[in-house]
């Protein structure tokens, strides 16, 4: 459950831009269907699903962004992407929860490579 909700985290951080500010849940979604996609194999059933779950959460983060306490919001997006995540743990299979695991760890690593390494270059210098 915390690799999906990292992963759900990690998408909004990548789509930002679009999540915040499109109009358009149906191709943010899409998008999203897309990150998870690339990373495990899924059924043409799970991306169905995965998409209306996925239409659903942008809507609700599109629509708790108006005339709200910072405080609130916050509450809000937590309560959505918890949702979410539940929704994504109870579509995926055992197997693509670990894939995605597995990738996401791969990410993180890869991450703190590249980061270390611009540190230890900057030091050089």
Known sequence: MKSIRFF????LLVLFPVTFFAADPETISNKMVTMISNNVTLTDSQKAAIKIKARIFVRNIQISDSNK???EKI???R????????A???ILTTEQKEQLKQKQDEHKQTTLDKFLKKL???NIQ
């Open 69 to 71: 306490s910072i405080e």
């Open 75 to 77: 509450r809000e997006h």
């Open 120 to 122: 230890n270059n900057e």
């Open 88 to 90: 994504l743990d109870s």
């Open 8 to 11: 759900v985290v990690f998408t």
């Open 79 to 86: 309560r959505f992407t918890s949702e979410y995540t539940m």
